[in-house]
Nanobody
Framework: QVQLVESGGGLVQPGGSLRLSCAASGSIYYIDAMGWYRQAPGKERELVASISSGGRTNYANSVKGRFTVSRDNAKNTVYLQMNSLNPEDTAVYYC???????????????WGQGTQVTVSS
């Protein structure tokens, strides 16, 4: 099937930057939208940013102007550049993709295992 593996999380001071990566692997026929969600302790998981296969992007209001989502279709990889981080951005960040596995005609949703982002001085 399809696996998503995230990398790039960690501890950063307020005002700092981090770049998350998520690579999709496995028997993949087609990847549609890819994106990032986050979940802070005691809160619901929320959409951070998404990008369509054609490059159209969508952002949560709370990250507009600070975060940038991009993708490399040749590498089946999505990125999240996070600038001007603040403590409210602290959460586990999850990669998400809608993809069709090879040998099927069904579009499925896949999730990564999550990567911790902590913004603290």
């Amino acid at each position: 099937q399809v696996q998503l593996v995230e990398s790039g999380g960690g501890l950063v001071q307020p005002g700092g930057s981090l770049r998350l990566s998520c690579a999709a692997s496995g028997s993949i026929y087609y990847i549609d939208a890819m994106g990032w969600y986050r979940q802070a302790p005691g809160k619901e998981r929320e959409l951070v940013a998404s990008i369509s296969s054609g490059g159209r992007t969508n952002y949560a209001n709370s990250v507009k102007g600070r975060f940038t989502v991009s993708r490399d279709n040749a590498k089946n990889t999505v990125y999240l550049q996070m600038n001007s981080l603040n403590p409210e951005d602290t959460a586990v960040y999850y990669c998400n993709a809608a993809a069709i596995p090879a040998g099927t005609l069904r579009l499925n949703e896949y999730w990564g295992q999550g990567t911790q982002v902590t913004v603290s001085s």
